[in-house]
Each structure stands twice: as structure tokens, then as C-alpha cells.
């Protein structure tokens, strides 16, 4: 498969979020994928839940190899070995997390299944701070 870009957005408040958000790009990168472009790290409040964890967010633009559905599992695994522990799907609603990986855009491409939609429309249109970094990546 000829290389595919892909905007990422990329968050965490627990911990050391810089260092979580810099390690979890080591992997991404380690698992093939090429890092073409990173945003300012952005600090802001939890959006949408409370919690006094402050979130550090960067977006990234990268080259994959990886089908849609390859680069999810991927960017999944990443958070597990992380240590992430709640889907927001699977417990009912955001909670703090160690790190956060979402798709974006992938390419053009316009994809809804039950695992994976993409555009993320709730990053792209709904939360300021994913507005501001993703400002010169769309
Ligand atoms: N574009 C996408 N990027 C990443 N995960 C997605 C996407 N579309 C759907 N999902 C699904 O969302 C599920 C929940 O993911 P996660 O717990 O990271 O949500 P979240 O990032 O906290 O919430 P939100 O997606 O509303 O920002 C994942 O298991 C995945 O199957
Ligand atoms: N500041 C901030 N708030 C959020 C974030 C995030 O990454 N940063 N992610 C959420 C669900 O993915 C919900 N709220």
C-alpha cells in the first residue's frame, strides 16, 4: 500500500503528559509510521468531563503504510502498552487518561463503522483547543 497521510491528535492528563505524548510519538514511529509534522504542545482543561488534570494536546501529521482500520488497532495497542485502561465507549463517558490517540483525517477518505469514523467531527468542528492545533494541518 503506497503511503497514506494522516492527521493525529494526541492527548493526556495524567502523569507526565509532555513525556506520555513524546513517548507515545516514539512508538507511532517505531511501528513504521513516518512523523511529517508536529504542532505546538497545548495545555487546557478537560473539555466535556470534570477533572482538575490539566491535558497537554499536540496534533501530528504522518505518513502510514496502514489501512484505516490497521492504524486504529495500532494507535490502540499503543495506548494499552501505555497503560491506558477506559475506552470512553466501552465505560459510558470520559475519564482521565495516561494517553489518547485519534484519528483525525485520514487522506480525503469519508468512513463510518461501528469501530472507527473518520473525519473525527468532534475534534475537527466541536473543541477549541483541537481548533487551534489542528489550524495549519487541515
Ligand atoms: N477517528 C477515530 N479515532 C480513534 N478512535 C475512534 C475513531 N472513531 C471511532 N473511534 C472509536 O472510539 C472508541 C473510543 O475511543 P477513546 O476511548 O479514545 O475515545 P475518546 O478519544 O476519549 O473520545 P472522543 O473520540 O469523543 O474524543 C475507540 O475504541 C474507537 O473504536
Ligand atoms: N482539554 C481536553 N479535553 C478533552 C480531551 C482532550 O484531549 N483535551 N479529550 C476528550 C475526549 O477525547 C474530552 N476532553
Redo the contacts with the bound molecule.
Sequence with gaps: MSQQKVVL?????LGEQKKNIDLALQKIRDAGNKISQTSEYLM??????ASSN????IATIIFTHLSPIQLLDCIKNIEVEMGRIND?KVSGG?TD?II?I?IIKYNELNFKSERLEIPHK??LFE?D??RVLLKDFI
Design positions: 491528535l494526541l492527548g493526556s492528563n487546557s482543561d478537560p473539555v466535556e468531563f490539566i491535558f497537554c494536546n470512553s470520559y487518561r489518547d485519534d468532534k475534534h473543541r483547543f483541537s
